[in-house]
């Protein structure tokens, strides 16, 4: 048999999934595409990520847009490790058992975004329900110290559902993130194929909290398309978002990271995307940004500008 490292890191990253049958990745459609990464601000970030010894979700999930983003110095830091401890069929993120959490990386998170004179960080984490506040406490800390190193830079968190643990979120959100994003990802129905760890209602519930904790907060939460919901499914999502007070939603379309994921079931066209946008503002999100490359994070800085504007306009046109 020939020895094919792709196929070694594969197993290794996702060990649970090797069960799972082959599920051919088909033809990307023309609107995919995207450049290969390259160019020095690419490099640069790269040098800044090694250097400080951090991890990204950039890398870690495979995202296309890598190139575009690292080329504006947008990196989205993933903290308490590369290993998550959970399993959803859809995510690259490798699972396992993690190692113990790295008490100086929320100073090395804040050192690098000071380096690079950050305007707006976003930091994600893997699950880790193996801690007690499902590591509420560490996202805390590392909104802290980039408050310290860098006290002009606006903060987005994207964050896992703590287990629902105890107290976790009310912790998190007292740590006041600009941004407080938490992503459904998928339709309630999809939930057991997709992502089995986690329940709908306490994710969405999740996001209810932060407005009742600190009504300042804006909330945000994303979803993928492509993995067999139907409009009208979506459309009840938007429907449970907003009343939750949800402000911006994202949209972007599933893509297959290997053969043993959840497979494509269909890639929504980019006028589908321009409907759903249209759709979903008319619900009356703050922001809605839905591409078929939307991700969570993606122009995340000059969204979360509009997204503010969008709330002044708001506040300015509300009858008192
Ligand atoms: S969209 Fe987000 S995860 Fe993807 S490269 Fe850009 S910053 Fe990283």
């Known amino acids: 048999m020939t020895y094919n490292p792709d196929l070694l890191d594969r197993a290794k990253r996702h060990p649970e999934k090797q069960k799972n049958p082959d599920r051919p990745m088909g033809k ?7 450049k290969a990464p390259q160019g020095a601000v690419y490099e640069d970030t790269k040098d800044i990520v090694k250097k400080f010894k951090l991890t990204t979700v950039c890398e870690e999930a495979g995202c296309p847009n890598i190139g575009e983003c690292w080329n504006k110095k947008h990196a989205t ?9 959970r399993a959803c069929s859809f995510c690259n993120v490798a699972t396992g058992k993690p190692d113990a959490l790295d008490k100086m990386e929320p100073l090395r998170v804040g050192v690098a975004v000071e380096k690079m004179n950050l305007k ?14 499902g590591g509420a406490e560490h996202f805390v800390k590392t909104i802290e110290a ?6 002009e830079t606006s903060i987005e968190i994207l964050t896992p559902d703590f287990k629902n643990k105890d107290g976790a979120t009310d912790a998190v959100a007292r740590g006041r993130p600009d941004v407080f994003n938490h992503n459904l990802e998928t339709v309630p129905r999809l939930y057991p194929t997709i992502r089995p760890g986690a329940r709908y209602f306490t994710s969405l519930r999740l996001l209810e909290r932060v407005k009742e904790v600190d009504p300042s907060i804006f909330t945000k939460s994303g979803l993928m398309v492509g993995l067999g919901e139907t409009r009208e499914e979506i459309g009840q999502v938007m429907d ?4 939750a007070d949800v402000d911006f939603l994202t949209v972007g379309q599933y893509l ?14 980019p006028d589908e995307f321009a409907d759903l946008e249209k759709w979903a503002r008319a619900k009356g999100f703050l922001m809605v940004s839905a591409s078929p490359l939307t991700r969570s994070s993606y122009h995340a800085e000059d969204d979360f500008l509009k997204l503010k504007a969008a709330r002044a306009d708001k506040l300015k046109h509300a009858v008192i």
């Open 28 to 34: 990307k459609p023309d609107w995919i595409r995207v």
């Open 256 to 269: 297959q990271p290997t053969p043993k994921h959840a497979p494509v079931e269909r890639f929504w066209t």
């Open 77 to 85: 830091f993933m903290i308490m490790g590369e290993v998550c401890t």
């Open 146 to 151: 980039i408050r310290f190193k860098s006290p």
């Open 240 to 243: 449970d978002l907003r009343a």
């Open 120 to 133: 707006h960080v976003v930091i994600t984490s893997v699950d880790r329900d193996d801690l007690d506040d």
